[in-house]
Nanobody
C-alpha cells in the first residue's frame, strides 16, 4: 500500500519561512494529482496547492489564491518527493498540513482540476505549521 511520509513544519513568526516535504515511494504520477491541504482548528480542510504531471512529463502547478506568490511547489522525481516551500507566512496559514495523492486518472489538466481530492485519495499523517504574530 502506498504510504505518504511527510516532514517539515514547525513554528515560526509571521514573515518567516518553512518547507514541507512528502515522499510517496510507489505512487504513480502520470496524469494524476498530488498536493497539499490544510486544516485550521475548528475549520474544514482546504486545498493549498497541487501538482499534475501530464503528457511527456509536463508539470502543472496550481495554488489557492490565499497562498499564490508565497508558496511554491516542486518535486524531485528521483527521490519521489514533493516539496512545499512557504514564505512570507501569516498567522492565518496556521494549521495541520496534509499531503494527498489522488490515484484518479485525469487525462487533461485545467485550473482547479486537482483542488478537490477524489474519494480514493491517500493522505499523509499531517504536519503542524504554526505562525505567530
Amino acid at each position: 500500500q502506498v504510504q505518504l511520509v511527510e516532514s517539515g513544519g514547525g513554528s515560526v513568526e509571521a514573515g518567516g519561512s518553512l518547507s514541507l516535504s512528502c515522499t510517496a515511494p510507489t505512487y504513480p504520477r502520470s496524469n494524476r494529482c498530488m498536493g497539499w491541504f490544510r486544516q485550521a482548528p475548528g475549520k474544514e480542510r482546504d486545498w493549498v496547492a497541487s501538482i499534475y504531471t501530464g503528457f511527456e512529463s509536463a508539470i502543472y502547478t496550481d495554488y489557492a489564491d490565499s497562498v499564490k506568490g508565497r508558496f511554491t511547489l516542486s518535486q524531485d522525481n528521483a527521490k519521489n518527493t514533493l516539496y512545499l516551500q512557504m514564505t512570507s507566512l501569516k498567522p492565518e496559514d496556521t494549521g495541520m498540513y496534509y499531503c494527498a495523492a489522488d490515484p484518479a486518472y485525469r487525462p487533461f489538466w485545467s485550473p482547479g482540476v486537482c483542488a478537490a481530492p477524489g474519494r480514493d485519495s491517500l493522505w499523509g499523517q499531517g504536519t503542524q505549521v504554526t505562525v505567530s504574530s
